[in-house]
């Protein structure tokens, strides 16, 4: 999901002044670190607002910042819908890289700030980016080699970019761009605003209705309420309490199940001739973190030289999470920094102007808890077993596959009386205050709409790496609804911290490309997807499974009527029940990395 401006620069810098002087630095969250690190000032442009034609003649705004040295130069590409000339990452890399000897070049999208045209994610992404790479390789200070970085829409677009195997684009550094899946092994995330066919609310009309605006005029943050926006029925409407202008907020939802839409738009489907060699970075708890790690296998498999770099933190949160932070609840305590700025400087030098090979695994991965940096040739590593807990008598996580008569558990879920979203997957809100990535969930856990599974307290150390998935037996009495589960750390204090979490929309239960309603009592094996980890989890500690029907406003309420739910301002509630027996268990399933 593309990531936004929280405020401008002046409130921004005010902010981070007084957190230096009120809060100590260690307490201050890896998003709020990663912000200081881009306040910097990158001095003007050597040619500014370059107006650059397009294949069908819309020019987009481009600014070039040359370094000291002189001659045929590698240059690195920045195009981003959030101001070129103000946004902190751009600056920040504009910095970094000149003092090296690489060009700059930073590209306001089509239909944003300086350029000409309308904007939307991401149909023309593609195309213009290859307009502009011929522009780069004519120059003078070109030598003809172009690589490409930037965190969710600057890493998005590079993707769109590398679908397009352009002979000049040598080296690409998408961070946090999961964003840019589309029907890649049957995700359809789009943009990260969708989970299991569920609409992430809190992120998608938050970033529309701060960041949407679709012309030059109406570019930049707008100030939102997301508070008074977010319960407004129909879901539809939702952008429009925001802002009177057009975005694309309402073609997202009515278009979910048009393959056609998204695939003009340029999401990956796994098609692509993918040449260009990738860095891939992202974070633990970023909305779209198993998409990267897909998007990355993607590329890897054709061939192309790929690495993954997966941290602590939240979205674009890995400057601000190496070193000592909070991620959320969640302490990150380094033993050695893993040096993000100059093992992407090294990877472009490597591909753009014949440096040495960056020495790193396929996969490097930080290890929550247990503090630690970890090498990998796949995901999961080696050595990582499925682990499956299954929901059993007394809703307990019993490792036993159960052997007694069949269980069932019911909850009702009340798409008018949601069960509130606590942190969790999460981004680009618009809501200063939200929470994100893993916080404690105890807040929530005495509600009868939320059911609970609790292990018994390991008697060793278990260390999580891959994918959590669960596999559930559903029944319910309506045509459609909804199921929201998070797997959480409980401590021996009793304080549950939301590890990850998934949803699945039971229609989609089949896939999006063939959605079906349910029959009323018939009972379903169904499996949600509840992203990746590695975390440690302490001697004495439990793992706890939510199951729930919502989690709002992270994702939209499913009214329960089996209508289109975007046009309805109506909910049912609706009565859920989950099965397990000895020939169809309920489970949890995680990887346990034996060392």
Same mark, same amino acid.
């Given at each position: 999901?593309m ?33 200081v ?6 001095g ?36 981003l ?29 089509? *239909?944003?700030? &300086? /350029? ?5 994610? @991401? ?5 213009? !980016? $290859?307009?502009? +790479? ?44 999961? *964003?840019?899946? &589309? /029907? ?5 995330? @789009? ?5 299991? !066919? $569920?609409?992430? +609310? ?31 029925l ?29 695939r ?34 993607a ?72 503090n ?63 929470l ?13 709409d ?10 060793n ?113 609706a ?6 027996d000895?020939?169809?268990?309920s ?9």
């Amino acid at each position: 999901m593309m990531r936004r401006v929280w405020f401008i620069v002046a409130a921004l810098l005010c902010m981070f002044v007084l957190a230096a002087l009120f809060t100590p630095w260690r307490d201050m969250t890896s998003a709020a670190k990663n912000y200081v690190a881009w306040r910097v000032q990158a001095g003007k442009p050597n040619q500014a607002d370059v107006m650059i034609p397009m294949a069908d003649g819309v020019r987009l705004a481009t600014d070039v910042y040359l370094p000291s040295a002189q001659g045929a130069l590698p240059t690195v590409l920045m195009r981003l819908p959030y101001g070129k000339r103000s946004y902190g990452e751009v600056r920040f890399w504009v910095d970094k890289l000149t003092r090296r000897g690489f060009v700059v070049v930073a590209q306001d999208m089509r *239909g944003r700030h &300086g /350029s000409e045209g309308v904007f939307a994610p @991401y149909p023309h992404a593609g195309s213009d !980016g $290859v307009a502009t +790479l011929d522009w780069i390789t004519a120059q003078p200070w070109s030598n003809g080699r172009v690589g490409t970085l930037g965190c969710s829409a600057l890493g998005e677009a590079q993707l769109m970019l590398a679908a397009q195997a352009h002979p000049a684009h040598r080296a690409m550094v998408p961070i946090a761009a999961g *964003g840019a899946i &589309g /029907s890649l092994d049957g995700s359809h995330s @789009y943009f990260s605003t969708f989970e299991g !066919g $569920v609409f992430g +609310l809190a992120t998608g009309a938050g970033w529309f209705g701060e960041q949407g605006g679709k012309t030059p005029a109406r570019s930049g943050a707008i100030p939102t309420d997301p508070a008074r926006a977010l319960p407004h029925l129909p879901l539809i409407d939702v952008v429009r309490q925001m802002r009177s202008d057009s975005t694309d907020y309402e073609a997202f939802l009515m278009s979910f199940e048009n393959s056609d839409f998204w695939r003009n738009a340029g999401y990956v489907t796994g098609a692509e001739p993918f040449a260009t060699p990738a860095l891939f970075i992202d974070t633990w708890h970023d909305p779209g973190i198993r998409s990267t790690l897909q998007l990355a296998q993607a590329v890897a498999q054709k061939a192309v030289e790929t690495r993954t770099i997966i941290a602590a933190g939240t979205h674009c949160g890995y400057l601000g999470s190496d070193q000592d932070t909070l991620v959320g609840d969640l302490a990150v305590e380094l033993e050695v920094p893993f040096g993000f700025v100059e093992t992407i400087i090294s990877f472009l030098s490597q591909h753009l102007a014949d440096g040495p090979a960056l020495e790193l695994p396929e996969l490097s991965y930080f290890s929550l808890v247990e503090n630690k940096w970890r090498g990998a040739s796949d995901w999961p590593p080696k050595g990582a077993e499925e682990v499956s807990f299954y929901l059993s008598e007394g809703q307990v996580l019993d490792s036993q596959h159960p052997t007694e008569e069949t269980q069932a558990w019911q909850f009702r879920s009340d798409p008018m009386n949601p069960v509130p979203s606590v942190g969790g997957a999460l981004c680009c809100t618009g809501d200063p205050d939200a929470l994100e990535g893993p916080v404690f969930q105890n807040s929530i856990e005495g509600r009868d709409d939320l059911l609970l599974f609790t292990s018994a307290p390991f008697k060793n150390l278990l260390l999580l790496a891959g994918p959590i998935r669960a596999t559930l037996q559903v029944s319910a009495d309506v045509l459609d609804t909804d199921l929201v589960l998070r797997l959480t750390d409980v401590d021996p204090q009793g304080r549950s911290l939301l590890l990850q979490e998934g949803a699945l929309r039971m229609r989609y239960r089949a896939g999006v490309e063939h959605p079906e309603l349910m029959e009323p009592g018939q009972t379903y094996g169904v499996t949600i997807e509840m992203r990746d980890i590695a975390y440690l989890l302490r001697a004495g500690h439990r793992l706890r499974l939510h199951v729930a029907g919502s989690s709002f406003p992270r994702l939209e309420r499913n009214l329960n009527t089996g209508g289109a739910n975007w046009d309805e301002t109506q909910g049912i509630s609706a009565n859920i029940t989950i099965h397990s027996d000895a020939a169809r268990p309920s489970s949890v399933t995680v990887y346990v990395l034996d060392e």
